[in-house]
């Protein structure tokens, strides 16, 4: 998509990453994945690369109850690991 080329090629793939991620999650939790995140929330946490809870808590759509919720699994995504 067009709005990709605001990220570097790591920046795409930790995008293509936070996909799988959402999509599994939605999965787990049987429900749809824009209830988890939306592609531009997703495409923010890739573009911003937060370190911490903070961090995360710059991008679009998440707040702190989803930053508490599912910022172990998103930050350590970032990092490059699996999540837990």
Request: hydrophobic residues 45%; neutral net charge.
């Amino acid at each position: 998509a067009p709005a990709d080329d605001a990220l570097d090629e790591a920046g795409r793939a930790l995008f293509d990453a936070l996909r799988r991620w959402r999509l599994e999650l939605a999965r787990r939790e049987g429900v749809p994945p824009y209830v988890v995140a939306s592609d531009r929330t997703l495409r923010d946490v890739a573009r911003l690369r937060p370190r911490d809870l903070a961090e995360l808590e710059q991008a679009h759509g998440i707040g702190p109850a989803k930053a508490q919720r599912y910022g172990g699994e998103l930050l350590a995504l970032v990092q490059g690991g699996a999540p837990a």
